[in-house]
């Protein structure tokens, strides 16, 4: 069972495109555990030009912050492996990677339900 939740940057945006309250879903399926965001998914949120990027960058701020010298979907299995976390994130390249190592899978189902695939 995971003791803390990753969140990726496309989970930071899915609450914005499909209207949902993340903290809410995650509090449901996992209590009261850690919810924290990689360094890596801060400087990608910049990056995006997406209408939501701003929002979701916003929504990353107001978690703990986890630092990783490693980029991108690295930098989220790089945490999600220091921090024995479960990762929400409906990246198909990046499922294949968490499914690859075990790490538990947090997608969004039915836009505004999450569900986990725990191993």
């Known amino acids: 069972m995971a003791t803390a939740v990753v969140l990726d ?15 809410q879903e995650l509090r449901r399926l996992f209590g009261d555990i850690p919810v924290v965001v990689p360094s890596a998914v801060l400087a990608e949120l910049a990056n995006i030009e997406d209408k939501h990027a701003k929002a979701a960058l916003a929504l990353a701020r107001r978690y703990p912050i986890v630092e ?13 492996e220091r921090t024995s976390a479960a990762v929400v994130t409906n990246d198909r390249e990046l499922i294949q990677r968490l499914n690859g190592r075990n790490i ?12 986990s695939n725990v191993y």
């Open 68 to 80: 990783t010298e490693l980029r991108g979907d690295d930098g989220v299995i790089d945490v999600a």
């Open 9 to 23: 940057s496309n989970a930071l945006l899915m609450p914005f495109q499909f209207g949902f309250n993340i903290d």
């Open 104 to 115: 538990e899978v947090v997608r969004l189902r039915s836009k505004g339900h999450l569900e």
